[in-house]
């Protein structure tokens, strides 16, 4: 199913993320929490492509596994920076022999240390580049983008950003997920931005549940997201004691999806980071509002 059958529905929904094993040896502890995962019924689950810690090497796999064996709607990522035009080509033709029919169209982070000269050979600077080698491709394929509300931590401004993602949108994305953020005010001014600009696609916004103290600073580090003071006090009140940071995590991003729903979002991606019970807490926190 493409997703934006599902996105164009009017029933409150969850999506959830998953990311591949690091090694081989973790493989199967992946596979059971995607099933965990899965057994919650959400409208797509997610897979990375090497971000979260995980490989590429089984995006595929564990995305049609949820297609196939789970029966969830599945959304594998993608990402092209530093690859050649030949091997996201093969990518592609591997995806639509897979059967997989969404894909979210990435860029990927540039390697810690590498020079703008460094990058002069490469075959794709910017995702809008992989969107449109999808677009092209013989694959029949629902096409999603990144965007960022609190903007991309190498944008200059929200302008110059907003810019690059209409330009992005216009090649050939059907949808939009946001980089996690944690005031959802930043992301209601960021939707009143965008359509504005004349970006009419549906946005799916990311939540993050925050589940252990030490997660923060690395969760930050890679976002960028502001954090508000009542979430820091939470952090600093809860963050040594892992049980009680895992439930004040949960309540607080319970909280932050019902304000959404409430504000007229109908599906929530829930960056649930291979943690079943955090999932099914939320989703068990959800059971009268999600359709
Ligand atoms: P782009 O859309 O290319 O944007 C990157 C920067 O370039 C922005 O500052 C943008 O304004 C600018 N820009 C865009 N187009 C142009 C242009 N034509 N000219 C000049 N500047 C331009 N990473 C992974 O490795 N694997 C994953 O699975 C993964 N999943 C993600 C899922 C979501 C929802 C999000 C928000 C991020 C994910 N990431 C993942 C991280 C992502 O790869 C990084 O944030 C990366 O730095 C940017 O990727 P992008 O696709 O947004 O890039």
Redesign the pocket.
């Known amino acids: 199913m493409k997703l934006t059958e599902r996105l164009n529905q009017d029933t409150l929904s969850l999506s959830f ?1 998953v ?1 591949p094993p690091k090694t081989d040896t973790a493989f199967e502890s992946v596979k059971h929490a995607t099933e965990e995962i899965a057994k919650l019924r959400p409208s797509f689950m ?7 810690g ?1 490989t ?1 090497r089984y ?1 595929l796999e564990i995305a049609k596994t949820i297609k196939e064996h789970y029966g969830v709607p599945t959304l594998a ?3 092209c ?1 530093s690859s050649t035009r030949e091997t996201v080509r093969r990518k592609i033709e591997e995806i639509r022999a897979a059967g997989i029919q969404n894909v ?7 390697p810690q240390g590498m020079e703008q000269e460094d990058r002069s050979h490469w075959d794709y ?6 969107v449109r080698e999808l677009r092209e491709s013989n694959a029949d394929l629902c096409i ?5 509300p609190e ?5 200059q401004n929200q302008k ?2 907003i ?3 209409k ?2 949108v216009d090649a050939g994305c059907s949808f ?5 953020f944690f005031d959802n005010n930043l992301l209601y001014n960021f939707l009143y931005k965008i359509r504005e600009a004349g970006i009419t696609v549906p946005i ?1 916004p ?1 939540v993050m549940p925050i589940t252990n103290g030490n997660q923060v600073e690395r969760a930050i580090k ?2 960028g997201s502001f954090m508000p003071q009542r979430f820091k006090s939470l952090v600093d009140k809860f963050g040594a004691s892992p049980a009680a940071m895992k439930q004040a995590g949960i309540a607080y991003a319970t909280d932050q999806i019902i304000d959404l729903f409430a504000n007229g979002v109908t599906n929530v ?1 829930v960056y649930s980071m291979n943690k079943p019970d955090v999932a099914a807490a939320i989703q068990r926190n959800l059971s009268d509002i999600l359709g």
């Open positions: 993320e990311f997610s897979v990375t492509y090497g971000a979260g995980g590429s995006t990522h993608l990402t920076v979210m169209a990435l860029r990927g982070d540039i600077r910017h995702a809008v580049e992989l999603g983008g990144a965007c960022y903007i991309h931590p190498e944008s110059e950003d810019r690059y993602l330009e992005k939009l997920t946001t980089q996690m799916i990311g890679l976002s991606h």
